[in-house]
């Protein structure tokens, strides 16, 4: 591929993207994307009947278009704009889809990739399917990596930001675009961006990521469709990235892949064993290590559950006494409490009445979250470890294990086992058989040798028919 050190960013991203074929792409970054479609498809599946969903189905009924792209609940299609944004919406629901670089690619990437592949007059493969996938995270993470300062301390919610980027490239590599129509479609979807950090705990936080997700879609169809912007879109004196940079020092000068061969290969996926935020699972299993070398702990004689995490990571979890499920899953005195009386942190606990109950709420006021700006230099948001410490009624303090890595990290993967079982409870908790979910499960797996993915499904359980 040709030198793109001295090309302005926009169209850096554009050549690149059109000029990666899939001979350049390592085994290892096809395994990712792979892991990412197969997590995210689950997720998804687990996603569908939240009251996100529901809404946005009614509303989906409302706007009309024609039908060309699957969506997750209903038998008739939609608009592939629509499609992914109610399929992005699902996949981030629950927030137990995968994150890398504190973003959240595959519930986004997917359902783009997905949509577009619907709406394709010929077959998409599913090779075609993770290149699509390995473009648009790539230039999703060169995208944020180029920012050294925290998109949330001005209100910015990354995914809402860049994944519009990732999934303008991934369907723009989908559709077969040229390199100025990629170029476009960035620019385009630059003009998109945006999401507010004040909606976590809501139903717009997954909307966030079905917007990224769509609004990639529609900025790929718009460009095919001869629409133009900026070729300076992201790095021009009032474009993307400097307008959202929250001190105004992104680095626009370094050129794609000059310091980092390969984003994806640094970075991979991280798997959420739990279904909450992902800054969050340290200090679960910090608890749950800290539970099994102390089974005789009492609830009664608990005073004080005090924890140490990154200001980064306390900063996207600002609930301290949740009120609902929303809340609680940004909240990482929930996360422990309910780790601890419940030595587990799944879908059945993130309920409403669980959440509000006196007991929950009664422990969640005994922990106090204490920050460190120390930072582990293989995981910029996170602190060194997470640790937590139990006080108790006759003074007597119990530590927990220091958690640096949670399992599902990049660097402390779940094996196969327990990338299925999550597959299949998550497909399980929407209510399919666990005859459909293994079936869902196997047909996705064989995705990398798949010769048109329209043909790969997802079992249904009813036909929401856009209704609330």
Request: glycine fraction near 8%; hydrophobic fraction near 45%; proline fraction near 5%.
């Given at each position: 591929?040709?030198?793109q050190?001295l090309?302005?960013l926009?169209?850096?991203?554009?050549?690149?993207s059109?000029?990666?074929r899939?001979?350049d792409?390592?085994?290892?970054?096809?395994e990712?994307?792979?892991l990412?479609?197969v997590?995210?498809?689950?997720?998804m599946l687990?996603g569908?009947n939240?009251?996100?969903?529901?809404a946005?189905?009614?509303?989906?009924?409302?706007?009309?278009?024609?039908?060309?792209a699957r969506?997750?609940?209903?038998?008739?299609r939609?608009p592939?704009?629509t499609?992914?944004l109610i399929?992005?919406t699902?996949?981030?629901a629950l927030d137990?889809?995968d994150?890398?670089?504190?973003?959240?690619?595959?519930?986004?990437?997917?359902p783009?990739i997905l949509a577009?592949a619907d709406?394709?007059?010929?077959p998409?493969?599913?090779?075609q399917?993770?290149?699509?996938?390995v473009?648009g995270?790539?230039i999703?993470?060169?995208a944020?990596?180029?920012?050294p300062d925290?998109y949330?301390?001005?209100?910015?919610?990354?995914?809402?930001?860049?994944?519009t980027?990732?999934?303008?490239?991934?369907?723009?590599?989908?559709?077969?675009l040229?390199?100025?129509q990629i170029c476009?479609a960035?620019?385009?979807?630059?003009s998109?961006a945006?999401?507010?950090?004040e909606?976590?705990?809501t139903?717009?936080?997954?909307?966030?990521?079905?917007?990224?997700?769509s609004?990639g879609?529609m900025?790929a169809?718009?460009a095919?469709?001869?629409m133009?912007?900026s070729?300076?879109a992201?790095?021009?004196?009032r474009?993307?990235?400097?307008?959202?940079?929250?001190a105004?020092?992104?680095d626009l000068?370094?050129a794609?892949?000059?310091k980092e061969?390969w984003?994806i290969h640094?970075?991979?996926l991280?798997?959420k064993?739990?279904?909450?935020?992902?800054?969050?699972?340290?200090?679960?299993e910090?608890?749950?290590?800290?539970?099994?070398a102390?089974?005789q702990?009492?609830?009664e004689?608990i005073?004080q559950?005090h924890i140490?995490?990154s200001q980064r990571h306390a900063?996207v979890?600002?609930y301290?006494?949740?009120q609902?499920?929303?809340q609680?899953k940004?909240?990482?005195p929930?996360?422990?409490?309910c780790?601890?009386l419940?030595?587990?942190?799944?879908?059945?606990?993130?309920?409403?009445?669980f959440?509000?109950?006196?007991?929950?709420?009664?422990l969640?006021?005994?922990?106090?979250?204490?920050?460190?700006?120390?930072f582990?230099?293989?995981?910029?948001d996170?602190?060194?470890f997470d640790?937590l410490w139990v006080?108790?009624s006759?003074?007597?303090?119990t530590?927990?294990?220091a958690i640096r890595?949670?399992?599902?990290?990049?660097?402390?993967p779940?094996?196969s086992a327990?990338v299925?079982?999550?597959f299949i409870?998550?497909a399980?908790y929407?209510g399919?058989s666990?005859?459909?979910?293994?079936?869902t499960?196997?047909?996705?797996?064989?995705?990398?040798?798949?010769?048109?993915i329209?043909?790969?499904?997802?079992p249904?359980?009813?036909?929401?028919?856009g209704t609330?």
């Amino acid at each position: 591929m040709q030198n793109q050190a001295l090309s302005p960013l926009t169209r850096q991203y554009a050549n690149w993207s059109h000029q990666c074929r899939l001979e350049d792409l390592s085994s290892q970054a096809l395994e990712v994307a792979h892991l990412g479609f197969v997590d995210c498809l689950g997720v998804m599946l687990a996603g569908v009947n939240e009251p996100v969903l529901k809404a946005l189905r009614h509303w989906a009924a409302l706007q009309g278009g024609q039908a060309r792209a699957r969506c997750i609940g209903q038998s008739q299609r939609l608009p592939a704009g629509t499609a992914a944004l109610i399929n992005a919406t699902a996949a981030h629901a629950l927030d137990f889809d995968d994150f890398a670089f504190s973003n959240h690619p595959s519930a986004v990437l997917c359902p783009a990739i997905l949509a577009a592949a619907d709406a394709s007059t010929t077959p998409v493969s599913g090779a075609q399917a993770l290149r699509a996938y390995v473009l648009g995270y790539e230039i999703w993470a060169d995208a944020f990596v180029r920012e050294p300062d925290l998109y949330y301390d001005k209100g910015w919610h990354p995914t809402a930001i860049l994944g519009t980027l990732g999934s303008a490239v991934a369907a723009s590599a989908v559709m077969g675009l040229s390199e100025d129509q990629i170029c476009h479609a960035l620019a385009l979807a630059a003009s998109f961006a945006g999401g507010v950090f004040e909606n976590f705990g809501t139903m717009a936080k997954p909307l966030h990521g079905g917007r990224a997700s769509s609004v990639g879609v529609m900025a790929a169809e718009m460009a095919a469709s001869g629409m133009q912007a900026s070729e300076q879109a992201l790095e021009g004196p009032r474009g993307m990235l400097r307008a959202f940079s929250p001190a105004g020092r992104v680095d626009l000068a370094t050129a794609l892949h000059e310091k980092e061969a390969w984003w994806i290969h640094r970075y991979r996926l991280n798997l959420k064993r739990f279904p909450v935020v992902g800054s969050a699972q340290r200090g679960i299993e910090a608890m749950l290590g800290w539970r099994e070398a102390n089974p005789q702990v009492q609830l009664e004689s608990i005073t004080q559950i005090h924890i140490i995490v990154s200001q980064r990571h306390a900063a996207v979890m600002p609930y301290a006494l949740p009120q609902d499920a929303l809340q609680a899953k940004f909240s990482l005195p929930f996360s422990l409490v309910c780790a601890f009386l419940k030595g587990r942190v799944g879908l059945s606990e993130l309920q409403d009445d669980f959440v509000q109950s006196a007991q929950v709420q009664h422990l969640m006021a005994c922990v106090t979250v204490e920050t460190t700006e120390a930072f582990e230099p293989g995981w910029r948001d996170a602190a060194p470890f997470d640790q937590l410490w139990v006080h108790e009624s006759d003074g007597r303090v119990t530590a927990s294990p220091a958690i640096r890595r949670p399992r599902g990290h990049a660097d402390l993967p779940m094996d196969s086992a327990q990338v299925q079982e999550k597959f299949i409870d998550t497909a399980m908790y929407a209510g399919h058989s666990a005859t459909q979910a293994q079936a869902t499960y196997q047909a996705w797996m064989d995705l990398p040798q798949a010769q048109d993915i329209r043909k790969l499904g997802w079992p249904e359980l009813h036909d929401h028919q856009g209704t609330a």
